[in-house]
């Protein structure tokens, strides 16, 4: 159904009824969704950016998990090493994982954590820390925005 906005605007044939009501449903029941998803998220690492404790730790090598398809690339995921302020030192495998390394062992890195739970830290990167729950606020605004044009569309004859 999104294919079309690729094709170049009044290139593809008009939608069925059925299937534009479908379009139209979809958009705004995934829409919300996804945006509340990533406002969640976003709120989260809000959370942990305020209470945050910043340390300096460094990469120590990566778990690789290589894909189902040949097609596709195997990922990275860092395992980085840092001491929390009481001098405890911690291991953690990073949830997010790269397509190629980008951090080479043993780089340094900002470490942020909470102190009430500090294994669950994560790489201080703001591309890292913020990217992905933006997006998806982004693309469940766009869904939501897309499917309510779509039906002012139809409801008004345009």
């Known amino acids: 159904m999104i294919s079309h906005l690729f094709a170049g605007f009044g290139s593809r044939p008009p939608l069925t009824p059925a299937a534009a009501w479908i379009e139209i449903v979809l958009g705004l029941t995934l829409g919300p969704v996804l945006f509340l998803v ?14 945050c ?4 730790g460094s990469i120590v090598w990566y778990v690789l998990d ?8 195997p990922s990275h995921y860092p395992v980085f090493q840092y001491a929390d302020a009481d001098g405890n030192q911690h291991t953690i495998t990073s949830k997010v994982g790269f397509v ?7 780089a340094k890195v ?3 954590y909470d102190k009430r739970a500090p294994g669950q830290a994560q790489i ?3 591309e890292y820390f913020w990217f992905m729950p933006l997006l998806f606020m982004a693309c469940g605004a766009g869904a939501a925005g ?7 569309q139809r409801l008004s004859g345009r």
Do not use: C, M, N, Y
Request: hydrophobic content about 45%; proline content about 7%; cysteine-free.
């Open 53 to 56: 404790q910043r340390v300096q």
């Open 146 to 152: 897309h499917s309510l044009w779509k039906l002012w």
């Open 66 to 73: 290589r894909p189902i398809s040949p097609r596709e690339r």
């Open 110 to 112: 900002e470490v942020v």
């Open 38 to 51: 990533g406002l969640v998220w976003t709120g989260h690492q809000r959370d942990l950016a305020r209470h």
């Open 100 to 106: 190629s390394g980008i951090f080479i062992a043993p």
């Open 124 to 126: 201080a990167a703001a």
